[in-house]
């Protein structure tokens, strides 16, 4: 696995962890400038990661394999977008590390719900694919573990 990959696993794991600290904890904190500026900080890298992917990735993959990717590609991409969206659509502007800043274009609070919406079941997602990791993760642990007790 790439350093890309690695970061980009470790920024969306943090960014769902600030994302449910700051929604259900702490609702009026400046996490949300943070996460803000860190969404689109996401978005590039995942931007980046996906062109070097089609580039220099494996081309000999199986179907579910490249399932997988398309999937995963787009799950990471939708993220970051429907909550750039969501805050544009509300009339906000997005501050990213005081470098740059968007400027909401046009205000329909329906789209910005719909945005919303999308932001959160796609942060579901992650949620359930950070857990299987994580579990994934300590399985492989704790098998490692029993067979060197064997020995």
Request: overall charge positive.
């Amino acid at each position: 696995m790439t350093f890309l990959k690695k970061l980009l696993k470790f920024l969306i794991s943090i960014m769902l962890i600030v994302g449910l600290v700051m929604t259900y904890l702490y609702p009026n904190s400046s996490l949300y400038y943070a996460h803000k500026a860190g969404g689109v900080l996401v978005l590039i890298l995942v931007a980046i990661s996906i062109f070097f992917q089609y580039i220099f990735g494996r081309r000999n993959i199986s179907r579910f394999q490249s399932l997988m990717r398309y999937t995963f590609n787009t799950l990471t991409l939708l993220m970051p977008i429907a909550g750039i969206l969501m805050i544009l659509f509300k009339g906000g502007s997005i501050d990213i590390f005081g470098v740059i800043e968007l400027k909401s274009f046009y205000k329909d609070l329906e789209l910005a719900r719909i945005a919303r919406l999308t932001h959160k079941i796609v942060g579901i997602f992650f949620a359930i694919l950070l857990a299987i990791n994580v579990v994934k993760f300590f399985t492989k642990k704790l098998q490692g573990r029993a067979y060197n007790l064997k020995k």
